[in-house]
């Protein structure tokens, strides 16, 4: 095996920085001054104070001129190399090999091939493939063998023993974390309705008969017989024979299901007054609780979806084909395919540990469903959606979305210029008021997961 142990402007391609020697933890400091020293002459002198084999390449000329004072000798061995452009490689025998940068390349040109594969334990092997091919030489390749989840790469034995290091650093055991999320919905509707309805019927001739059942004298002599002579709701009753007033106020803008409902009647004469006084107040509420939780690998991505997937239907009209048949073209109608939508309470989270206590979370939380669209466009999604990117420390809870949307409407119908009289116009008008409050609160737990001691 060998391993560069200085490097020149080139020799961080190769090695990086400095390694220290075998059995050299601690290396003793070194003080030494030369001045217009050949190259050769320096590298006896560290060869003789680190009591090493150092043996120079080809080629290896140059006058050294240098002031070290109390360093590390490994260290003052590697600036000097590098202010010259050499490098050191150190053999398999322990003796160490200085070459200039461009002996080096023209050495490993010229050097055998070798196939090593590298399994990868934690990960994928694809996601390491990139940063291997990273450090090939032009004459190296690597590829992914799915089967044994490894990167098989061919190369010279430097690149094939950097790569080993790269995957080793790489391929490491990841904390998991637990993520537990809490996304609450309430939705509050208020409706409040007040509406006086009138019904004025003529008992000898015209009736507008749509709120309450009528009478006519149907054998004309004058007198009404009940019940033969009640005629049902919603036939109405016209008189040819003389003057005649029936009328309706209000009869059709009741107040939908109302609560309280109040009948009175008034005799005048040959006419009944009917009247119907409709009151509704409701609230109603729902609470909606969705909690969530998941456990992914640190810098991975998990999602939930508790739902179901509506199919929505796509015509499209530009789409006209044909068919030949007998000579002829036939063409063909529309194309219509099938979309599907999730919908539901979707969470998508990625975390990152940062740290040992802390987590940086990307996190996206969506509760969304499918209405019947008010026309014929088909189906209305209602999306509440929040998205965010957050430090949190390890168990703690916090909140990362807050939505309140209130929305409140107003209707009013009656009779003209009566309704708007004060105080008395609410007599003769229908007021409805529906407010509508949705309130989306999301709160997320990230937990680090802990391995369980041996």
């Known amino acids: 095996m060998r391993r560069l142990l200085g490097v020149g402007a080139l020799a961080g391609a190769f090695a990086g920085a400095p390694l220290p020697l075998p ?9 030494v001054s030369f001045a217009a020293a050949p190259i050769r002459d320096v590298l006896f002198t560290f060869a003789e104070f680190a009591d090493r084999s150092i043996v120079a390449g080809p080629g290896i000329e140059g ?9 590390p000798w490994e260290v003052a061995f590697d600036v000097l190399l590098e202010a010259h452009g050499l490098v050191a490689r150190e053999l398999e025998s322990g003796i160490i090999r200085v070459d200039g940068a461009r002996n080096l390349f023209e050495q490993e040109a010229v050097l055998p091939l070798e ?8 990960g994928d092997a694809a996601e390491l493939l990139d940063p291997v091919a990273a450090l090939l030489s032009d004459r190296g390749r690597a590829s992914v063998a799915q089967a044994a989840n490894a990167v098989v790469v061919t190369d010279i034995a430097r690149v094939l023993d950097a790569a080993e290091n790269l995957v080793a650093a790489l391929d490491v055991r990841v904390p998991q974390v637990d993520i537990a999320a809490k996304i609450v919905f309430v939705n509050r509707t208020e409706m409040e309705g007040f509406g006086v309805t009138y019904d004025l019927k003529d008992l000898g001739g015209n009736q507008i008969n749509l709120l309450t059942p009528g009478i006519a004298d149907k054998d004309g002599d004058g007198v009404i017989e009940l019940p033969d002579e009640q005629v049902p ?8 024979g003389g003057s005649s007033l029936a009328a309706l106020g209000n009869a059709l803008d009741r107040v939908p299901n109302p609560t309280l409902t109040l009948l009175g009647s008034l005799v005048l004469g040959r006419s009944t007054l009917v009247g119907f006084l409709d009151v509704l107040k409701s609230v109603q509420l729902t609470d909606v609780e969705a909690r969530p939780s998941v456990r992914v690998l640190d810098n991975r991505t ?5 739902g179901e997937e509506t199919p929505v239907r796509v015509v499209d009209a530009g789409a006209q084909g044909g068919a030949e048949g007998e000579g ?7 194309v219509a395919t099938v979309d599907y939508k999730e919908t539901g309470v979707i969470l998508e989270v990625t975390p990152r540990v940062a740290g040992g206590h802390e987590i940086v979370l990307e996190l996206a939380a969506e509760r969304s469903s499918a209405d019947l669209g008010p026309s014929d466009v088909g189906l209305v999604f209602r999306r509440q959606k929040a998205e965010s990117q957050l430090l949190v420390r390890d168990g703690e809870t916090v909140v990362i979305g807050g939505l309140t949307v209130e929305e409140t409407g107003l209707a009013r119908s009656g009779i003209p210029l009566l309704m708007d009289v004060p105080l008395l116009g609410a007599l003769f008008r229908t007021t409805k008021e529906l407010r509508v409050q949705r ?4 709160l997320v737990t990230p937990t680090i997961v802990r391995p369980a001691p041996p």
């Open 23 to 31: 059995g050299q933890d601690a290396q003793p400091p070194i003080t």
């Open 63 to 71: 006058l050294v001129s240098a002031e070290i004072r109390d360093q």
């Open 115 to 122: 196939t090593r594969a590298f399994r990868a334990s934690y």
């Open 233 to 240: 709701r919603g036939t109405n009753v016209v008189s040819l």
């Open 302 to 306: 998990a999602k939930i979806v508790v």
């Open 328 to 334: 002829r073209s036939r063409a063909s109608g529309p």
């Open 439 to 442: 309130d989306l609160l999301i």
